[in-house]
Nanobody, 114 residues
Framework: QVHLVESGGGLVQAGGSLRLSCVAS????????MGWYRQAPRRQRELVAL???????TYADSVKGRFVISRDNTKITVYLQMNSLKLEDTGVYYC????????WGQGTQVTVSS
Protein backbone atom coordinates (compact mmCIF):
# COMPACT_ATOMS: atom_id res chain seq x y z
CA GLN A 1 0.00 0.00 0.00
CA VAL A 2 1.13 3.51 -0.85
CA HIS A 3 -0.42 6.61 0.62
CA LEU A 4 -0.06 9.96 -1.16
CA VAL A 5 -0.72 13.42 0.22
CA GLU A 6 -0.60 16.49 -2.01
CA SER A 7 -0.24 20.12 -1.02
CA GLY A 8 0.52 23.47 -2.60
CA GLY A 9 -2.49 24.21 -4.74
CA GLY A 10 -4.27 27.53 -4.70
CA LEU A 11 -5.34 30.59 -6.64
CA VAL A 12 -2.80 32.39 -8.80
CA GLN A 13 -2.91 34.97 -11.56
CA ALA A 14 -1.97 34.04 -15.08
CA GLY A 15 1.78 34.21 -15.50
CA GLY A 16 2.38 33.31 -11.88
CA SER A 17 3.90 30.24 -10.28
CA LEU A 18 2.94 27.52 -7.85
CA ARG A 19 4.73 24.50 -6.46
CA LEU A 20 2.92 21.30 -5.66
CA SER A 21 4.28 18.66 -3.33
CA CYS A 22 3.36 15.02 -2.95
CA VAL A 23 4.56 13.00 0.00
CA ALA A 24 4.49 9.22 -0.32
CA SER A 25 4.37 6.80 2.58
CA UNK A 26 3.96 3.07 2.98
CA UNK A 27 5.56 0.67 0.52
CA UNK A 28 7.62 3.35 -1.21
CA UNK A 29 10.38 0.96 -2.29
CA UNK A 30 7.92 -0.73 -4.61
CA UNK A 31 7.18 2.47 -6.53
CA UNK A 32 8.30 2.40 -10.15
CA UNK A 33 7.32 5.94 -10.99
CA MET A 34 5.41 8.90 -9.66
CA GLY A 35 3.75 11.73 -11.44
CA TRP A 36 1.11 14.38 -11.64
CA TYR A 37 -2.19 14.30 -13.48
CA ARG A 38 -4.82 16.98 -13.72
CA GLN A 39 -8.49 17.13 -14.46
CA ALA A 40 -10.21 20.26 -15.67
CA PRO A 41 -13.98 20.68 -15.50
CA ARG A 42 -15.76 18.57 -18.12
CA ARG A 43 -12.49 17.05 -19.28
CA GLN A 44 -10.76 13.73 -18.76
CA ARG A 45 -7.87 13.34 -16.38
CA GLU A 46 -4.60 13.84 -18.24
CA LEU A 47 -0.94 13.27 -17.55
CA VAL A 48 1.06 16.38 -16.69
CA ALA A 49 4.47 14.95 -15.81
CA LEU A 50 6.05 11.83 -14.39
CA UNK A 51 9.42 10.73 -13.10
CA UNK A 52 10.61 7.15 -12.97
CA UNK A 53 12.67 5.42 -10.32
CA UNK A 54 15.70 5.92 -12.58
CA UNK A 55 15.02 9.62 -12.97
CA UNK A 56 13.57 9.57 -16.47
CA UNK A 57 11.06 12.35 -16.96
CA THR A 58 8.08 12.79 -19.26
CA TYR A 59 6.04 15.97 -19.74
CA ALA A 60 2.80 16.67 -21.51
CA ASP A 61 3.42 18.86 -24.54
CA SER A 62 1.19 21.55 -23.06
CA VAL A 63 3.49 22.08 -20.07
CA LYS A 64 6.95 21.57 -21.58
CA GLY A 65 9.22 24.50 -20.81
CA ARG A 66 6.92 25.77 -18.05
CA PHE A 67 6.61 22.94 -15.51
CA VAL A 68 9.39 21.03 -13.78
CA ILE A 69 8.96 17.76 -11.93
CA SER A 70 11.54 16.77 -9.36
CA ARG A 71 11.95 14.67 -6.26
CA ASP A 72 14.02 14.66 -3.14
CA ASN A 73 16.88 12.22 -2.69
CA THR A 74 14.85 9.99 -0.46
CA LYS A 75 12.35 9.57 -3.32
CA ILE A 76 9.57 10.14 -0.84
CA THR A 77 8.50 13.60 -2.02
CA VAL A 78 7.79 14.62 -5.59
CA TYR A 79 7.40 18.25 -6.59
CA LEU A 80 5.81 20.01 -9.51
CA GLN A 81 7.07 23.53 -10.08
CA MET A 82 4.58 25.31 -12.29
CA ASN A 83 5.68 28.55 -13.93
CA SER A 84 4.07 30.87 -16.47
CA LEU A 85 0.69 29.50 -15.52
CA LYS A 86 -2.14 29.84 -18.00
CA LEU A 87 -5.90 29.85 -17.58
CA GLU A 88 -6.03 26.39 -19.14
CA ASP A 89 -3.83 25.00 -16.37
CA THR A 90 -6.78 25.29 -14.02
CA GLY A 91 -7.94 22.00 -12.58
CA VAL A 92 -7.56 19.47 -9.82
CA TYR A 93 -4.03 18.09 -9.72
CA TYR A 94 -3.57 14.53 -8.55
CA CYS A 95 -0.41 12.82 -7.47
CA UNK A 96 -0.03 9.31 -8.81
CA UNK A 97 2.27 6.45 -7.91
CA UNK A 98 2.64 3.18 -9.71
CA UNK A 99 3.96 0.08 -8.01
CA UNK A 100 2.11 -3.24 -8.26
CA UNK A 101 -1.03 -1.13 -8.30
CA UNK A 102 -1.91 2.47 -9.04
CA UNK A 103 -2.32 4.87 -6.17
CA TRP A 104 -3.81 8.36 -6.20
CA GLY A 105 -3.76 11.29 -3.85
CA GLN A 106 -6.87 13.19 -2.89
CA GLY A 107 -6.14 16.02 -5.33
CA THR A 108 -5.35 19.68 -4.89
CA GLN A 109 -7.13 22.51 -6.69
CA VAL A 110 -5.16 24.88 -8.89
CA THR A 111 -7.04 27.91 -10.18
CA VAL A 112 -5.43 30.35 -12.59
CA SER A 113 -7.23 33.67 -12.94
CA SER A 114 -6.91 36.39 -15.54
Amino acid sequence: QVHLVESGGGLVQAGGSLRLSCVASGSILSIGYMGWYRQAPRRQRELVALITRDGNITYADSVKGRFVISRDNTKITVYLQMNSLKLEDTGVYYCHARSYESYWGQGTQVTVSS
